[in-house]
């Protein structure tokens, strides 16, 4: 199979870009890597070429350009050259840790959404304190929701984390204020008919933000607006905890040596509310597994992701969503232009 | 002055609500209590009368009853009671420990809203790692909010900010996906616009829950859905840390010995992220301050939740934000009732 990567997105672009893309070309002797940016650059980087083909360009998508006019006006960026070689079949999947934005705005209007999907989502694979982590959808692909667009991030998420995750009859949860089948706003009342009546996945009911890294459920969906404020809320709590514990264990020289012991567990656990292990963001809802590496990712985060794409390929992760679409259609959607 | 106590709710009623009572009045010699509930258990750990007077009732709202339906029958309990105390006058204020959603009901329809907030808002202060804390609104008494809401939740946080926090011209944000004016959805797209506008207090434009707990704003403005969410995420995601942070500790005798030392600062880390020293939630937009003390609530936090209403009366409060609510009037909305 072939990936497409963008080679000058993220903030150790190119070099962890193209030192990842060789850790997974050693490893995995089934993939050819089409690797998009500045020639020079990566030649610096890239010491063996096997299954490695670079495709020059000087144009790429800065981490604060506006999205989608950067789409529209870079048409040779890196990033849209990854993505156009996806829509005409030179590359199965793409990959880019770059701005966020404009790898959504580039897989929706250069490979295009799958038919019966009305909205793409953005979903990370998040950590859990068991370590088994779920996927959560949207995290802001769509400031705006309607429930039928809930109703089929369930089924992305559930083809995703059966096949590439490998759980069986993921458990589906709604995200929502309460977990009785009452609570809740308008999106997320009229959400839960709708998972409750169908039969393409399993629908667990209503889980709390409260209860998210406790391993309740395997995905979890919510609008995009809601699952970015989520993220982003667990992403600093997380943060003010670990900056408070450290401040604590460098307080004075008693807590410094007692520290010193602790080291290898503290470390361990901040390795556990790390996600990057899991992969990158996958964006549901387009016609080819496009992946959004995290900005920081190293070598070993751009490996992860090349992994993860190479078993969306394998397992046909797009293919089953479409195949399976017709099982949560409802009537009066925009669902099939 | 007098403050209406709901000597029935919270987890550990009515004992710890009578001991947190004697100790406010036995601290502060211009409160008169009045102490709705049982008479019989009230007076098992009420050793002292002194400005306290027994109201008895045997009826209560349970923590499981359905809010409003439990307002609208129990007409004799203990909550309702005291908030009636307020809207005859034979009260300043009132507070329970019991069930937040009931309260809000009590607030809204026995005491009444204020003329000109479309809206009640539910606002704890929450922790920041600088230890000054933020006001944050709406919290949940609304799942659906319009942008005028927002609008009116700013002003009624910068008043308490400033009354009872003693913060100078506190500083207003709104929670949104990005710090960028153009970024949310609509609604609080919409409400950055009327934010921006107006000049009752400092707004300072879009913060993004990341840096919540940075001490990033003094109040913080959100609808309830989200707002529920994004606590109850921080909530969640601190228990997580704590449990894991646990298992680390007691990973062997090595680290039991090295958590030994550290004990005394872990615990100052966890009482740090531990709220209820700021006392209670506010129920801002009706006519008298109404104040949720935490479920589970000591003696210590029911007196300092007293503490903290008896600034709210004393600084006026409500009036404050009666007399400024036309400051954020905006045409069209449905305010003036």
Do not use: W
Not at 110 to 139: N, Q
Not at 219 to 224: L, N, P
């Amino acid at each position: 199979m072939k990936i497409a990567v963008d080679a000058m997105g993220g903030d150790h672009a190119p070099k962890e870009i193209v030192l990842g893309v060789m850790q997974a070309v050693a490893q995995y002797k089934d993939i050819e890597i089409l690797l998009f940016g500045d020639e020079t650059k990566i030649n610096e980087y890239l010491t063996d070429k096997t299954r490695v083909k670079i495709i020059h360009t000087d144009e790429k998508i800065e981490s604060d350009d506006e999205p989608v006019r950067a789409v529209k006006r870079k048409k040779k960026a890196s990033m849209v050259l990854a993505a156009q070689a996806v829509k005409d079949g030179e590359a199965d999947a793409c990959i880019s840790a770059g701005n966020t934005g404009a790898l959504m705005s580039t897989g929706l209007f250069v490979i295009g959404r799958i038919k019966g999907i009305d909205r793409p989502a953005l979903a990370p694979t998040l950590p859990t304190v068991t370590g088994k982590g779920f996927v959560m959808l949207d995290l802001g692909a769509n400031a705006e929701a309607k429930p039928e667009h809930l109703l089929q991030f369930g089924l992305m998420g559930s083809v995703y984390a059966e096949k590439v995750r490998k759980i069986d009859r993921p458990r589906v949860a709604l995200l929502n204020i309460g977990t009785e089948e009452t609570k809740g706003n308008d999106l997320t009342k009229k959400a839960f008919e709708l998972m409750k009546n169908q039969d393409a996945y399993e629908f667990i009911g209503n889980i709390e933000a409260r209860d998210l890294l406790m391993d309740v459920a395997d995905v979890v969906v919510t609008d995009g607006f809601t699952g970015n404020m989520v993220l982003k809320s667990i992403e600093g709590t997380g943060a003010a905890f670990l900056s408070m514990l450290k401040m604590s264990l460098l307080n004075g020289f008693k807590n410094k040596v007692a520290a010193s012991f602790l080291k290898k567990d503290l470390m361990a656990l901040k390795a556990k509310m790390d996600y990057s292990e899991y992969g990158g963001a996958c964006l549901f809802g387009v016609q080819a597994p496009v992946v959004k590496a995290h900005g920081s990712s190293n070598a070993n985060g751009i490996f992860t992701t090349i992994r993860q794409v190479r078993e969306m390929v394998e397992k046909q992760v797009v293919e089953t969503i479409i195949a399976e679409v017709d099982k949560v259609k409802v009537g009066g959607t925009e669902a099939n232009d």
